[in-house]
Nanobody, 122 residues
Framework: VQLQASGGGLVQPGDSLRLSCVTS????????MAWFRQAPGKEREFVAG???????YYADSVKGRFTITRDNVKRLVSLQMTALKSEDTAVYFC?????????????????WGQGTQVTVSS
């Protein structure tokens, strides 16, 4: 069972970036999928989630700037990030929950990817 996150990098404020999370090893199509992030010295926080029926929900800090999507055929969950700010700098993790829906709590997620670094700096 694996969640493989990729797409991070170093960008300037105002730039865009697209993160991808490829799943394998089991059928994640019925799971709630989400992105979390962890900045240095801070706890991991919820960023965006998408349910099995494609309902999306976001943290207030990213609403209107980030878009989460899923492609069940490709087994892919993506996070399109626009208008990036320095405070978006963090390691981004994708997670999967088969137990909960519309959740923002880390403890509800059963599988995690390894993380991809996003750095927003001029």
């Amino acid at each position: 069972v694996q969640l493989q996150a990729s797409g991070g990098g170093l960008v300037q404020p105002g730039d865009s970036l697209r993160l991808s999370c490829v799943t394998s090893g089991r059928d994640f199509n019925q799971d709630t999928m989400a992105w979390f992030r962890q900045a240095p010295g801070k706890e991991r926080e919820f960023v965006a989630g998408i349910g099995r029926l494609f309902t999306t929900y976001y943290a207030d800090s990213v609403k209107g700037r980030f878009t989460i999507t899923r492609d069940n055929v490709k087994r892919l969950v993506s996070l399109q990030m626009t208008a990036l700010k320095s405070e978006d700098t963090a390691v981004y993790f994708c997670g999967a929950s088969f137990r909960a829906t519309q959740t923002t709590r880390q403890v509800d997620f059963d599988f995690w990817g390894q993380g991809t670094q996003v750095t927003v700096s001029s």
